[in-house]
C-alpha cells in the first residue's frame, strides 16, 4: 500500500484542494474517520468517540423512530452516511434522515452517497462532544449549503439540541419545534436526553412513549 503523497493536519479545517482532500478521505490511513470538505477547506476528523457521545446518538434517534412509528410518519436513518459532491463539498453527520415522501429516496449500497444523484437528506444531525464550535460554526454552514431542511447538534455537555430549519437562500434559523417532524418539540428530546443521565435507555424508551401517545 502507497504512502500518502500529501500529509496534512487532522482535526481542524485546513486548506486544501479537492485532489488533496480524497487523497486523504479515500486512504485506508482514514477509513474510520469522518471527513468534511466545503469552500477549499477540508477537516478530516480522527479523535476517539466517548460513551456519553454514543449514548446520546443512541437516544436521538431512538427519540425520532419511536416519535415516526408512533404517528406514521415514514422514515429511513442512516448512521454516519457520507455525502459528496464532487470537486465541491463532502459531508458525514452523524444521523441523517430521509423523511416522509422523500423516504424512499435514501441512498443504498456500500459507497459514499453521491449528492451528483441522490438528493440531501431532510434532517443532518451531529453529536458535539468536543467539536460544539465546530458544528454550530463550519459545519452549519456547510449544511445550509447541502440544503438539508433541517440541522441539529446535539450539546452532549449540556444535553441540549440546537436545531436549525435551512432556509432557501442558504442561511438558517434556529427552531423549537420541528418542521420535518411535525409535532416534536425540541424539549421532549433534551428531557430525553438528561433521564438518560441517571435511567438506562428502557426506562427512557417508556417515559417517551408515554408522553408522545399523549400528544
Not at 490511513?29 to 477540508?42: D, H, I, P, S
Not at 451531529?126 to 459545519?139: F, H, Q, R
Request: glycine fraction near 6%; charge should be negative.
Amino acid at each position: 500500500m502507497s504512502e500518502l503523497t500529501t500529509k496534512l493536519p487532522t482535526d481542524t479545517w485546513v486548506v486544501a484542494s479537492w485532489e488533496e482532500f480524497i487523497e486523504m478521505a479515500d486512504s485506508p490511513t482514514y477509513k474510520k474517520a469522518k471527513c468534511y470538505y466545503r469552500n477549499g477547506q477540508m477537516r478530516i476528523e480522527t479523535m476517539a468517540v466517548g460513551p456519553d457521545h454514543s449514548r446520546d446518538n443512541a437516544i436521538t434517534v431512538f427519540a425520532i423512530n419511536l416519535f415516526g412509528t408512533i404517528k406514521g410518519i415514514s422514515l429511513n436513518a442512516l448512521d454516519n452516511c457520507s455525502y459528496r459532491k464532487t470537486g465541491v463539498r463532502e459531508c458525514q453527520p452523524d444521523v441523517s434522515y430521509y423523511i416522509g415522501e422523500r423516504a424512499k429516496l435514501a441512498p443504498r449500497g456500500s459507497s459514499i452517497a453521491s449528492l451528483d444523484v441522490t438528493p440531501p437528506p431532510d434532517l443532518a444531525i451531529e453529536v458535539a462532544d468536543s467539536t460544539l464550535a465546530d458544528d454550530i460554526g463550519e459545519k452549519r454552514l456547510l449544511y445550509e449549503e447541502l440544503k438539508v431542511a433541517e440541522y441539529w447538534v446535539v450539546d452532549v455537555q449540556k444535553c441540549e439540541i440546537i436545531a436549525f430549519a435551512i432556509i432557501a437562500d442558504n442561511g438558517s434559523r434556529r427552531i423549537a419545534r420541528s418542521e420535518v417532524l411535525p409535532g416534536l418539540t425540541i424539549a421532549l428530546l433534551e428531557e430525553a436526553l438528561r433521564r438518560s443521565r441517571t435511567q438506562d435507555q428502557s426506562q427512557v424508551g417508556a417515559w417517551l412513549l408515554t408522553q408522545l401517545q399523549q400528544q
